[in-house]
């Protein structure tokens, strides 16, 4: 038996729907109800009841609920025990993070808080594709901190009675495509007309679900060729001409200032967001106390949240016009080189 039949056992008894559950569980809805098969399997009983619309938990589904909630309580609370023993002793700070911040924003983060502070232990929980996912590792006390994106038309599922937050810095997903030999988009995003080519985010991410907003408030002719949850993921199919996507302006600023890519659409279709750093409103371990009072300090003496970057998305992003194709494939080739 694993511990994620469990969960979706939880889940599915929650919401009584597979597609559902599976958006919620981040898995597709075949390996949902394969996992809940095997769980029925393994118990030797049917939980659920197919046969209607929605379904039903059956009387030993009922039964079983509880259980299968105790189970899954005890092993977090012995996880949580056992990672605080362990924290407690090395004060290492322990964070959640989305991706893209984890790779553009924390380390500088860090680095000026350690000027103030001297070298810190830090260390990432299990990153989750969906930002739900990622929430919930703040809400249910795995973690000291959650590094995260916010906007108001994104529902944070943290109780503010019990989470407090620090704004410290913004960001802009920038809708984008690989330049051609004239510099201009090969997939050029427009309001009407032919569908763009889109590389997506699919559904569970932050910025999936600031596009659905968008999308719902000005809709775009667009054709989803390919999806996945990174903007990393998102930003080499994008540098591999594969179609148009909206990339988080951090990961992408040296590919905007050279030209490599360049913004698709006009800037009203730019999508902002705060950067957020949140905690539980308790007190905490005495490190994590003064990490958050040194984040209060350079925010009273206006120290900046992140280095200056052009802004995207606007003429200041220089275009090198390229002559002729064979210097497109040399540009394409020197981005493509990791760095030494």
């Keep these: 038996m694993e511990l994620k039949w469990l969960e979706d056992f939880v889940s599915l008894s929650t919401t009584l729907s597979f597609s559902r559950s599976a958006r919620e569980r981040n898995v597709t809805q075949s390996a949902l109800s394969r ?8 118990l030797g009983l049917s939980l659920f009841d197919r046969s209607s619309y929605p379904i039903g938990i059956t009387e030993e589904g009922k039964i079983f609920l509880p259980r299968a909630r105790e189970i899954l309580k005890l092993v977090q609370t012995s996880r949580q025990e056992a990672r605080q023993q362990h924290d407690d002793t090395a004060e290492v700070l322990v964070f ?7 790779l553009t924003y924390f380390p500088g983060f860090v680095r000026r808080i350690e000027e103030r ?3 810190l232990k830090t260390r990432f929980c299990d990153q989750y594709s ?3 996912g990622n929430v919930a590792v703040l809400n249910q006390g795995e973690c000291d901190f959650l590094l995260t994106y916010a906007h108001e038309t994104v529902p944070l599922l943290l109780d503010p009675a ?4 620090r704004r410290l810095g913004s960001e802009r997903a920038i809708p984008v495509s690989i330049a051609g030999a004239d ?3 090969v997939h050029a995003f427009r309001p009407t007309g032919e569908p763009v080519r889109m590389l997506s985010y699919g559904s569970g991410s932050f910025f999936a679900r600031r596009l659905a907003k968008l999308f719902a408030d000005r809709p775009a002719p667009r054709v989803t060729v390919y999806e996945n949850p990174m903007s990393v993921g998102l930003k080499a199919m994008v540098l591999a001409g594969r179609g148009m996507a909206w990339i988080p302006e951090s990961l992408i600023t040296e590919e905007l200032r050279s030209g490599l890519l360049v913004p698709t659409a006009d800037p009203s279709w730019e999508l902002t967001a705060e950067i957020r750093l949140y905690r539980a409103a308790t007190p905490s371990r ?3 106390e003064r990490f958050w009072a040194a984040i209060d300090e350079n925010m009273s003496l206006g120290v900046p949240d992140a280095p200056e970057r052009p802004m995207p998305g606007r003429l200041s992003y220089a275009r090198r016009v390229t002559t002729n194709a064979g210097d497109r494939k040399l540009r394409l080739a020197a981005a493509s080189m990791p760095a030494s």
């Design 286 to 288: 005495p490190g994590a």
């Design 183 to 185: 510099g201009r988009p």
């Design 35 to 42: 996992r809940i098969r095997q769980l029925e399997s393994w």
């Design 162 to 165: 019990r989470f407090i937050y």
């Design 96 to 102: 959640a993070t989305l991706n893209t911040l984890s």
């Design 117 to 119: 502070l001297g070298s």
């Design 130 to 132: 969906s930002y739900d």
